[in-house]
């Protein structure tokens, strides 16, 4: 069984759309995350979300839209992608002590926008 | 905010070689310290963590040690395989906006060679 899955692995897009991406975990974890992981590796935190509410808010564009329909699902949805949307989406989650457990993360989403 | 700062990549070693990478961190409070591994195509998967001063950490030969004198985490493995090919990722706990976070180094891309 896949702890935290993603869909989909990968994803082409032109500039512009708007598109979602899926995340559930099976790990009855209370907090997930969305985090950005750029063409160099470097992986930043987007959101996070605790039992549905939204805990965790970084600097990201407005066109990116987190939606926790329960605390076992986390989605990402994007309008008016651009070129630099384009990159690496890891979903995670964690219990809700994320210092002593750690994260299980996704196995990712590339996103290339053309 | 705090920050971590590992090695600069690329790391090319020798089958059975010792590996070292290492990785130091600032931080106001007294943070958890993980290794996460990215094999390619894959999510992270944690491999070690240590959370107070002192602690060593330990998982599949490697080990690193919480140097809070030194605000360092440094990864080591007495004698490294083909198969620990793959990116090395630094990570600290964090906490911002009332709720815990993980921050990762840039990630160290090691290659070991037959």
């Known amino acids: 069984d896949t702890a935290v899955s993603q869909t989909p692995k990968y994803l082409v897009t032109q500039m512009g759309n708007d598109k979602s991406i899926k995340c559930e975990q099976n790990l009855g974890h209370d907090t997930m995350y969305w985090y950005k992981q750029d063409s160099k590796k470097f992986l930043k935190i987007m959101f996070s979300?605790?039992?549905?509410?939204?805990?965790i808010n970084e600097t990201v564009p407005n066109r990116f839209s987190p939606k926790s329909p329960d605390k076992a699902h986390l989605n990402l949805h994007i309008n008016s992608l651009e070129l630099g949307d384009s990159a690496v989406y890891f979903c995670a989650s964690s219990q809700e002590e994320a210092g002593n457990y750690g994260y299980t993360f996704g196995s990712g989403t590339r996103l290339t926008v053309v | 905010g705090d920050s971590v700062t590992q090695m600069e990549g690329p790391v090319t070693l020798s089958e059975e070689a010792f590996l070292t990478i290492n990785c130091t961190y600032t931080a106001t409070g007294y943070p958890s310290l993980f290794w996460y591994v990215q094999y390619p195509g894959e999510g992270l998967q944690l491999l070690l963590k240590?959370?107070?001063a002192d602690d060593k950490g330990s998982n599949k030969g490697f080990e690193a040690t919480y140097r809070k004198e030194t605000t360092s985490f440094h990864l080591e493995k007495g004698s490294v395989q083909v198969s620990d090919s793959a990116v090395y990722f630094c990570a600290l706990s964090d906490w911002g906006q009332g709720a815990q976070k993980l921050v990762f180094g840039q990630g160290t891309r090691l290659t070991i060679n037959p």
């Open positions: 979300y605790n039992n549905k509410e939204l805990i």
């Open positions: 240590a959370t107070k």
